[in-house]
């Protein structure tokens, strides 16, 4: 049932956020690194073949029990620029179960990491543990001493409606446990603080431009206050008075920070006679796990249909959202 509800919840989300989009961005160039952040602020100069090689070490044992032994055999940066861990996800049950990974965290700082596996009985799986990081690194984070991972525990017969087996959260330590650090970032002279409610600080850190996406970015540093996982949005965006389309969606684990960005189409600025952003105004709507789950705790998602999900999200997909949503403020960005 958790894994229905968790899609249900990613659906939802989507919804509320249909305008948005999400991917990796570079921030200012005079981010700095926390005096409690190990590690220098820009990264190595390093060949390609030197980035992509293997790390040397012994392997790592997270998790040994009754369903899962998981063991980290090797670190390197993957071709895609992703920090990743080599992992052997052994099943030591007589059965066979599905294994993933939620949103992970590293050094406390929320990222986006790719794992799901299905084990037969007895059986192993090697699967890569991806982190897109490049936010991180652009942000002066330098070393990774404390990669949190939650791992979920499945019946891989019924992995829709079947709660999970099993949650273990697991941290993996690149230097060691004693060396394990949490970021703290420093405040710049050109910060903003858009918005700081009980739920949620969201601070502007200044514009860049990515020249492969062709978009102008408002970078933004996020921090949830609370014991639940929030997802935020743009619900609507106004620069120097003119609406325009806003790409912005972002999931903040509870306890977390998040690096993130809205991130504003270079043609539809020029279409609107955008030359320099002025102002950015944008209507931003927060979601929390619980509220979700409590209204659809009632729901039959082992026998849904599509009928029943287009009533629940009220035809446009939004209607209910709103009801629902944590809070829905206007903030202001001048630069």
Known sequence: MKKAIAILLAVCMLFAFAACGDKEKATPADAQVSDNQTGDASTP???????????????????DNEYLTLTINETYIDEDDCYTLKATFENNAEKNYSYYIEPSSINGISVVNYLYADVSAGKKAIEE????????????????????????????????????????????????????T??????????????????????AIGFTHDEEWETTDLNLFIVNKTEDNIALGADACVVNDIMIEAYYAEEIPAGKVAFSCLSFDDEELKDKYIEEIESVEIELAALGETNILDFIGNIDLENISEEDISSILGGDGLGFLETMYLFEETVVYEP
Do not use: C, W
């Open 45 to 63: 100069d390093t060949t390609e073949a030197e980035k992509n090689e293997p790390e040397k070490m012994e392997p790592v044992v997270l998790l």
């Open 129 to 180: 543990i991806n982190f897109e990081d490049s936010l991180l690194r652009n942000n002066g984070v330098g070393e990774y001493t404390d990669i949190e991972m939650t791992v979920i525990v499945s019946d891989d017969e019924d992995f829709l409606s079947e709660e999970s087996v099993a949650e273990y959260t697991v941290h993996y330590y690149p230097l060691g446990e004693d060396k394990a």
């Open 182 to 203: 949490k970021y703290e970032r420093q405040p710049l002279d050109t910060d903003k603080v858009l918005l700081d409610n009980e739920y949620v600080t969201v601070t």
